[in-house]
């Protein structure tokens, strides 16, 4: 590169960093688009509109339909938002609270009313008329029912219902004349399959339609022109792609078994607020500084150029926050932080390279291009696997699981972006201007190599011991409270109570003055509260309490702050993430590390590589399991995002180990012996582990100082999962790799 177009290339970035920051923190245009003021935050961070449904019947509802409901109520409301959440509230009341929104009305008439999906026959066994097309005013078609919904049912004329399809989705069809129609694709369960053909048969012999009902109205009634035997449909019409996605949207959840109205709904306030946000804010400017002091201390010039891209990279993602429409929640905010820490690792292997190369007796040029090539394959290798992870937890996981992918998988494109171009891009525009010298990049030190994988026996006792007593303690806490861990209200549900006070409190008094006195009676730390806007009341979320501990609250509500006793109420509430959602959350976890195996296994022509970097991986969520158990931390929904973290986390840096032991091996000599050369590689590395580690530690511990207490129960597990991490890299990766090399011998090359 010349002196010209360096100096061109800095000019640029300046300019870029300038414009990118001025739109992260100001905005574009009148509504501040792209800023960081403008992306979608969720219920702890924003508030948003809360809708309560009443089950109408006089009956109490079953509690299988009950879970089926919430189910799949929530599927539907992940649309509007993935932190959508849906609970019970009492017996036979369902709350859904959606983030980043204030109009409930708007929600309200895109949401619909919740009810039974049903397939039914134009006429009835009579012949006589169900429904009837008309012409709207616009030229359109809508149907009118012709009979109520309890006749049809009486006489037959319901042919199947929504709990007999499988699934709808939207999309582009062709039809008999070769165009492109927008409709939606059914798929039957078996039993629906046997309904269906014989709806469609008797329809398609009558020449007649099959009306498809709907929260008290025809939706739709498609022409049978076949009996349609194999359990799949298309619904084609006038649709737009967006209306053809309501329309599946709404027929996936038309098989509710309850019937739901609108008992009310009101806007709340953040359950953290704005301190929660700022608290951050300040924990990732302060790792961010000591990152970069670090960065420029320890990799002089390679630490500055690395530094700039790192900025780079905090304001791009910021706007493509945005851009991609994804809530952020206060896991988030804590994963983007833990992101900035992690983009350093591809920096540090590359930079260790060019040490490596310099000190081999390279100039600087040539170290710089043969370093970013050498690093090329465990930077690729290790950000894929933790890619696969964040696609499958997308794809299959549910709720806060697929914000939380979302994010990790914006935040490792970006990361390989920067580092990989812009990074490298800086480093020879500093080059070209005059900063030359091989002393300005620095010489890797010859180390001898440390003999990790004779200690193996002690690392595996250490690693057996500590995840033994997690279960020691598991059988502790059970014995003692029912649970095996710390379970928070996202997971065992709890109390919901309304305080209605005699004036408008701010959320910083409410945390300061009631929340304590809560946490006194209850002795749960885990209170969370929830301001009702354009009223004086508050929502006090809670552990189950008993008959006794409810009048304690209400007695300290009245004493304290001279509360109506009439305006305090209590509800029973459901835990938030649903039995489904765990073992969707769980099967994903799974499915992710059979990817990640597979990958591994195809990348590096050895079973054992993948099996042992998934073995790691399995370790590391049982050891920070562990310490779940033993410090009593409290497990909520950052639980999930946590342990999801840790397995990227785990993935990424074992991965790096195994890509110098197979560059390693691929250059041994026949005399040379097999433990000595992955205790090299191991030591090779360890710059990188280290210091990895180190800055993604320093900006979860930024967070954990400064942040609030929902922040500080996210931040000290995972400081303990990145130590977890590091620890069995390097002392366990490499080690067991060589058992299941003695133990299976035999496996291919």
């Given amino acids: 590169m010349k002196k010209s177009r360096a100096t061109i290339v800095l000019a640029v970035l300046v300019l870029l960093l300038a414009c990118f920051g001025y739109t992260a923190a100001v905005g574009i245009g009148t509504e501040n688009s792209g800023s960081a003021s403008d992306i979608k935050l969720g219920l702890d961070l924003a508030g948003g509109v809360s809708i309560t449904y009443q089950v109408v019947g006089d009956e109490k509802p079953d509690g299988d339909d009950m879970a089926d409901t919430i189910y799949k109520l929530q599927k539907r409301v992940e649309s509007y938002s993935t932190e959508a959440i849906v609970y019970q509230e009492g017996d036979d009341r369902i709350n859904i609270e959606i983030p980043g929104v204030s109009d409930a009305n708007a929600i309200l008439e895109e949401l619909g009313k919740p009810g039974s999906l049903y397939f039914i026959s134009e006429t009835d066994s009579e012949g006589n008329l169900n429904y009837q097309a008309t012409m709207n005013a616009d030229g359109g078609i809508s149907y009118v029912m012709l009979k109520g919904i309890d006749e049809i049912l009486a006489d037959g004329s319901v042919k199947l219902d929504g709990t007999d399809v499988k699934d709808a989705q939207a999309g582009s069809f062709t039809n008999s004349m070769q165009n492109t129609e927008v409709g939606v694709d059914l798929t039957m369960t078996e039993e629906g399959t046997k309904k269906f053909a014989e709806a469609t048969t008797q329809a398609y012999q009558k020449g007649e339609s099959l009306g498809i009902y709907y929260d008290d109205e025809i939706i739709s009634a498609p022409t049978v022109r076949a009996a349609l035997t194999d359990g799949k449909a298309q619904i084609t019409g006038s649709f737009t792609f967006e209306e053809a996605g309501q329309l599946a949207s709404t027929i996936r959840i038309g098989g509710l078994k309850l019937k739901l109205e609108e008992l009310h709904s009101k806007v709340v306030g953040a359950q953290l607020g704005e301190e929660a946000i700022s608290t951050s804010i300040k924990a990732a400017a302060v790792g961010f500084a000591i990152i970069v002091v670090f960065m420029i201390a320890v990799y002089y010039v390679s630490g500055l150029a690395a530094s700039l891209a790192l900025g780079l990279y905090v304001e791009l993602i910021i706007i493509l926050l945005n851009g991609f429409d994804i809530t952020l929640t206060l896991p988030g905010i804590a994963g983007i932080i833990l992101s900035i820490g992690m983009a350093v690792d591809a920096n540090v292997i590359i930079f260790a390279r060019i040490r490596e190369e310099i000190a081999k007796g390279k100039t600087v040029k040539s170290a710089i291009d043969i370093g970013y090539k050498k690093a090329q394959s465990a930077i690729f290798d290790g950000n894929i696997t933790t890619l696969i992870a964040a696609a499958v937890l997308g794809v299959m996981g549910s709720g806060t699981v697929k914000g939380f992918a979302a994010t990790l998988a914006l935040g490792i494109v970006l990361s390989m972006f920067t580092a990989m171009v812009v990074t490298k891009l800086i480093m020879k525009a500093l080059f070209a201007i005059g900063l030359q010298k091989a002393a300005l990049y620095g010489t890797a030190k010859e180390r001898a190599a440390v003999k990790f994988t004779s200690r193996k026996n002690i690392f595996f006792g250490i690693s057996a011991a500590a995840i033994l007593l997690g279960f020691v303690f598991m059988g502790v806490n059970n014995a003692k409270t029912g649970n095996v861990l710390n379970y928070s209200l996202e997971f065992v549900g709890g109390t919901s109570t309304n305080v209605t006070f005699n004036e408008d409190m701010a959320l910083g008094d409410i945390d300061a003055k009631v929340v304590p006195l ?232």
Avoid at 576 to 605: D, G, H, N, Q
Avoid at 612 to 628: G, I, K, Q, R
Avoid at 700 to 726: D, H, N, Q, W
Wanted: one cysteine or more; hydrophobic letters at 50%; glycine letters at 4%.
């Fill in 518 to 749: 809560i946490e006194d009676i209850t002795g749960d730390g885990n209170v969370q509260t929830q301001k009702i806007d354009g009223t004086n009341e508050v929502i006090f979320k809670t552990r189950s309490l008993s008959v006794e501990e409810r009048e304690a609250f209400k007695d300290a509500m009245v004493e304290n702050f001279s509360v109506d006793a009439e305006k305090i109420t209590a509800e029973t509430i459901s835990s938030t993430i649903s039995s489904e959602m765990k073992r969707e959350s769980v099967i994903a976890v799974l499915v992710a590390s059979v990817f990640m195996l597979i990958y591994v296994w195809f990348r590096f022509k050895d079973v054992r590589f993948g099996a042992s970097s998934v073995l790691c991986l399995l370790h590391d969520v049982l050891v920070v399991l562990a310490f779940y158990a033993i410090v009593k931390v409290s497990v909520g929904t950052t639980f999930i995002a946590c342990m999801l973290t840790i397995v990227g986390y785990s993935i990424n840096a074992t991965i790096v180990i195994f890509d110098r032991v197979r560059e390693n091996m691929a250059s041994m000599g026949k005399k040379d012996v097999l433990e000595d050369m992955v205790n090299n590689s191991i030591t090779q590395t360890l710059s990188r582990s280290i210091f990895t580690s180190l800055t993604t530690f320093v900006m979860v511990a930024a967070l954990y100082v400064f942040g609030v207490s929902s922040v500080k129960e996210f931040a000290l597990p995972l400081m303990a999962g990145i130590l977890c991490g590091t620890y069995s890299s390097i002392c366990i990766a490499g080690a067991l790799w060589l058992v299941l090399r003695k133990v299976f011998p035999a496996a291919k090359q």
